[in-house]
Structures are given as C-alpha cells and as structure tokens.
C-alpha cells in the first residue's frame, strides 16, 4: 500500500533555501536539476518509506522520524521525515545538508 507524501511548509522553505544557494554559487539550470532530483527522491518515499533508517535519538513515543539521503558524495542532503503507519503518510519535516546538524523536533504535527 502506496503512502501519502506531505511536505512541511519548513521543508519548502529548505528546498528554496538550498536551491538559492545552489544558483548562487553555480547556476539556475544545476539548482533546478538539484531541486527536481530531491523532489523526485522526497515522492519515491510513498512506496518505501521503511528502507530508510531511523533518525537517532529524534524519535519520540507513537512518531517515527527517519531520514533519506539524496545526493552524492560532498552535494548530499538528508531529508528528515515523519513515518506514520497508521494513517500511510510520510511527512517530510525538514532537509539539511548531511554536514550540518540535524534539527530539533519537539513535538512531531499531526498530519491528518
């Protein structure tokens, strides 16, 4: 069974952060194809969403956070997502670059 992918308003804002930075520093054409391969990796969540190992020490009691990794070698990104099995939804909570800290969750939403 398919799940619902949903994305937090802080992760589009991630998404439109790091593409900025991309254009930036390289070009309109290398941020549109970074921003459409994490898309493309955020939506793949719906069919498998258990392949991807629980974030350490950010999960709390019923909320199962879990993190992707998108990308290669020093351009890769961890998305930051939500699993709810029993509602079928993937919610994507954040995305940092995999140097940078994870982010602080304190209590997960509730997204039904």
């Known amino acids: 069974m398919a799940f619902r992918v949903e994305i937090a308003e802080e992760a589009y804002a991630d998404l439109d952060a790091i593409a900025e930075y991309i254009q930036q520093r390289g070009s309109p054409e290398s941020a549109n194809r970074w921003f459409d391969a994490t898309l493309r990796d955020i939506h793949s969540l719906a069919e498998t969403p258990t392949r991807c190992p629980v974030a350490p ?38 995305i940092r670059h995999w140097a940078r800290q994870g982010p602080e969750i304190d209590t997960p939403p509730n997204p039904i």
């Not at 909320?63 to 930051?80: A, D, P, T, W």
């Open 57 to 94: 020490g950010m999960s709390v009691p019923g909320y199962e956070v879990r993190i992707l990794l998108s990308g290669r070698r020093n351009r890769m990104y961890k998305i930051y997502f939500l699993l709810r099995h029993d509602v079928q939804v993937v919610y994507v909570l954040h």
